[in-house]
């Protein structure tokens, strides 16, 4: 077999933390192939491979403008060049991108990634100026189906942290919502095999991770697919990943509000590691049942009984949530509705979209569109109302203690997440000393900025921040004591 003419490969990555992984797994292909090397800086590669996004329309002109500035390289420069569209874009608009881009080299579906290195090598094996006609300059595609098996993930470059990690669990969606494209190039829901996982989870404990972030299209699910053959749950991979001394935080990314999903065993699992597992993501979109019909997700009325039995049985969860304003026929009493659900649950964290058209799904032909102007101030109300929550939460553990977890030295100190910070989309907590990435330190909060914390981790203060919690606790009981005695 031949092998790739020697060459330096970039990427950019856009997207979501599935997008990560694939990137850090087929980085970690081209790594491993002779003569390719993986770089950072784009400007200095011989390819560059731009891992793009296509959830909502501006993920998809953040892509174009990331695919242009990546062709922008090669204007001026004799060198040679090779330019390589991935991602879900890739996937959902292989086509139109390859006609309207001739910037582009190659663009990759999912089905493709294995063949990627070997694609590289062809195109840096002849300059793009050098082709003989206008057929060897049009873009290859190479696409293939959305729904298609795991390949092993153990083996990466990590885009991330080495003390952090996403894990895939699954793939892929069948719910149907009537806003969403993912399935049409994700693909049917899968998961991923429980062995593979628990091999990929050894590798990354191996490799230096203590916090584990898990993902899917419905993570809560994992394993619903495996029928009775195989009656492993996620409450079987947060078991085996708890069972890590190492492991400190493990988080529920992308989770769905389903009967079926949240099982009491998956509950009962996430109280019994309540220590490392203390994390929930659950997009609900919407609280009003007329707009939660139209999108076609589950009742409203079971969305509140499932949030009030979470509270219950997991005391102190971090629960996030993502809404979406401006869906078709939203009228102002859904929006106060939403509000007044928002006020109610005080989420820890959330995030507000304002809805997006996509070509292809049952939402794009619905009546009652929302005016841009109107959809852009319940979106804003909502976003101030959540960030008033948060600021609130933050001026209350003012006083507590917790683990942070160092993501870097930053100046004097140092900068790390808490459980109840998940990486990139969550507030950070500033540490006064410096301590090393990936360790654990003890701080005692003192003060806040916007969302974000800042905490003291001087043993002395710690202690004495330890000892005035234990006592007010037991003060608490006794107070509670002498009232039930009475």
């Not at 493990?250 to 309540?274: F, K, Q």
Request: proline share 5%; net charge negative.
């Amino acid at each position: 077999m031949d092998l790739p003419v020697p060459g330096t490969v970039a990427l950019v990555a856009l997207g979501c933390a599935k997008n990560t992984v694939d990137a850090e797994v087929l980085l970690a292909d081209i790594d491993a192939t002779p003569g390719l090397t993986v770089i950072d800086d784009p400007a200095a590669a011989d390819c560059v491979i731009v891992n793009t996004c296509a959830f909502v329309e501006d993920a998809k002109r953040a892509s174009v403008e990331a695919i242009l500035a990546a062709a922008a390289l090669r204007t001026g420069s004799s060198r040679r060049f090779a330019l390589v569209v991935t991602g879900c874009m890739a996937q959902r608009c292989a086509g139109e991108l390859a006609s309207a881009l001739p910037e582009v080299d190659a663009v990759v579906g999912f089905e493709n990634y294995a063949g990627l290195p070997a694609k590289i090598g062809a195109l840096l094996a002849v300059a793009r100026s050098d082709r003989a006609d206008a057929a060897a300059t049009a873009a290859d595609v190479a696409v293939g189906a959305p729904t298609v098996p795991f390949r092993p993930e153990w083996r990466r470059k990590r885009l991330t942290p080495r003390h952090s990690a996403y894990l895939r669990v699954a793939e892929g969606c069948n719910n149907n919502c009537s806003f969403c494209v993912i399935p049409s190039f994700r693909g049917a829901f899968r998961s991923k095999p429980f062995d593979a996982l628990m091999e990929e989870v050894r590798v990354l404990v191996e490799a230096g991770v203590v916090e584990f972030n898990l993902i899917g299209e419905d993570t809560n699910q994992y394993g619903m697919d495996f029928g009775l053959a195989d009656r492993r749950r996620l409450e079987d991979v947060i078991r085996a990943i708890a069972s890590y001394p190492q492991v400190v935080f493990i988080r529920l990314l992308y989770t769905y509000p389903t009967v079926w999903g949240w099982s009491d065993a998956l509950i009962d699992t996430l109280a019994e590691t309540s220590k490392v597992a203390c994390y929930i993501d659950m997009p609900l979109q919407h609280i009003s049942q007329d707009i939660l019909s139209a999108m076609n997700r589950p009742p409203a009325a079971y969305t509140r009984k499932l949030l009030a039995k979470l509270r219950a049985r997991l005391p102190g969860v971090t629960l996030r949530s993502t809404f979406i304003s401006g869906f078709p026929g939203e009228t102002d009493a859904h929006h106060r509705e939403l509000v007044r659900f928002v006020k109610e649950q005080r989420f820890s964290r959330c995030g507000v979209f304002i809805y997006s058209t996509e070509e292809g799904t049952p939402a794009a032909v619905l009546p009652g569109a929302v005016d841009p102007a109107v959809a852009t101030a319940r979106r804003d109300e909502l976003v101030a109302l959540q960030q008033d929550i948060q600021a609130e939460a933050a001026e209350a553990a003012v006083g507590s203690v917790l683990d942070v977890l160092v993501d870097r030295i930053q100046g004097g100190g140092s900068v790390g997440r808490s459980a109840a910070d998940a990486p990139d989309i969550d507030g950070v907590v500033h540490v006064l000393q410096p301590a090393a990435p990936g360790t654990v330190v003890r701080v005692k909060v003192v003060g806040c900025n916007g969302f974000d914390l800042i905490g003291d981790a001087n043993p002395e203060v710690v202690a004495a921040a330890d000892l005035s919690a234990r006592l007010e606790r037991k003060t608490v009981r006794s107070r509670v004591g002498t009232a039930d005695g009475s």
